[in-house]
């Protein structure tokens, strides 16, 4: 009786040991097509950048509002229908979601722009000092995620990040040059369409605001 358990026992861990490996397999597989998407989503907001296509001008933004409302669209739409790409959003790690917010000190550039007279300061100020905030605090959010795990304090700090983005591209809309831009002065935000800022609005914020949504996703399910 022992032998056969024995056997039992070898042919159920085999089991096992074939399903963990699939199961990376499919994790892997996700992870690589993920990856592609990225790069095709990075390459076709540098080519539009390039071609001028989210260079509004005095007509509304739409471009520049649908390259950031897309991609977070599709993510809530894939991670909601399939159960292999929820399996591998599960499996990213928090602390790097949040050192990727760490990006975001470049945000100070709007500042900068806003002194030049290149930027309106309705969005400048708050959209970089914003950003800056965030992005100086990534660091330490980062490294206080730790057993005891902070949750309060990683969701109040991912909440304001993700506002902070919504805020800053609602802000650059009512400040642009077009009938919608009521904000605007003789300063505009026609200047985030036009390379190389026009990648950090069809690109960057799309993109953090994204870790930020797997951030609550994350502790919500109570996966550390």
């Given at each position: 009786?022992s032998a056969?358990?024995?056997?039992?026992?070898?042919?159920?861990?085999?089991n096992?040991?074939?399903?963990?490996?699939?199961?990376?397999?499919?994790t892997?597989?996700?992870?690589?097509?993920t990856?592609?998407?990225?790069?095709?989503w990075?390459?076709?907001?540098?080519?539009?950048?390039?071609?001028?296509?989210?260079?509004?001008g005095?007509?509304?933004?739409l471009?520049?509002?649908?390259?950031?409302?897309?991609?977070?669209?599709?993510?809530?739409?894939?991670?909601?229908?399939?159960?292999?790409?929820?399996e591998?959003?599960?499996?990213?790690?928090l602390?790097?979601?949040?050192?990727?917010?760490m990006?975001r000190v470049?945000?100070?550039?709007?500042?900068?722009?806003?002194?030049?007279?290149?930027?309106?300061?309705?969005?400048?100020?708050?959209?970089?000092?914003g950003?800056?905030?965030?992005?100086?605090?990534?660091?330490?959010?980062?490294?206080?995620?730790?057993?005891?795990?902070?949750?309060?304090?990683?969701?109040v700090?991912?909440?304001?990040?993700?506002?902070?983005?919504?805020?800053?591209?609602?802000?650059?809309?009512?400040?642009?040059?077009?009938?919608v831009?009521?904000?605007?002065?003789?300063?505009?935000?026609?200047?985030m369409?036009?390379?190389?800022?026009s990648?950090?609005?069809?690109f960057?914020?799309?993109?953090?605001?994204?870790?930020?949504?797997?951030?609550?996703?994350?502790?919500?399910?109570?996966?550390?």
């Amino acid at each position: 009786m022992s032998a056969f358990s024995n056997k039992v026992a070898v042919v159920t861990g085999g089991n096992n040991g074939i399903g963990l490996a699939t199961a990376k397999e499919v994790t892997n597989g996700v992870r690589n097509r993920t990856i592609v998407v990225l790069v095709v989503w990075f390459l076709f907001a540098l080519s539009g950048s390039l071609l001028g296509v989210f260079d509004s001008g005095p007509r509304p933004p739409l471009l520049l509002g649908l390259a950031f409302v897309v991609p977070v669209a599709a993510f809530v739409a894939c991670y909601l229908t399939s159960a292999r790409f929820r399996e591998f959003v599960l499996s990213l790690d928090l602390r790097g979601l949040a050192l990727a917010q760490m990006f975001r000190v470049v945000g100070i550039v709007f500042v900068i722009l806003y002194f030049l007279g290149a930027l309106p300061g309705a969005f400048a100020l708050p959209a970089g000092w914003g950003d800056f905030a965030i992005g100086i605090t990534a660091p330490v959010v980062a490294w206080s995620w730790k057993r005891p795990f902070p949750k309060r304090t990683f969701i109040v700090w991912n909440v304001l990040g993700s506002l902070d983005l919504v805020n800053a591209v609602t802000l650059g809309v009512l400040a642009s040059s077009s009938s919608v831009g009521i904000l605007a002065g003789d300063v505009t935000t026609r200047l985030m369409g036009q390379l190389p800022l026009s990648l950090i609005p069809t690109f960057f914020v799309p993109l953090l605001l994204i870790f930020h949504l797997i951030c609550f996703i994350r502790v919500g399910k109570g996966v550390a």
